[in-house]
């Protein structure tokens, strides 16, 4: 089994954790599924929720040995209320 190794998320692992946020809700998540969202609408969404979670060191991510992400922990629950600004 590889090692894993925990760390705080930052703008490294930015593009990779809203990856894999996509991954985990879009498609599964009823309310996505139901009200038809696209993966480009919810890849801003994704993408503004880990930017947040960055600047106020929200959220950890895990990664194996090899580097590859394999899993976060989005601390949405602690975030301000935010406005997102989707054009």
Known sequence: MDALRYSLLTNKDLDSTAD???????????????LGITEPEFRVFATEICSKCVREKLS??????KGKLISKDIGEKYCKLMELKIS
């Open 20 to 34: 894999c946020v996509v991954r985990t809700f879009l498609y599964d998540e009823p309310m996505t599924k139901n």
């Open 60 to 65: 950890y991510v895990c990664k194996n040995e």
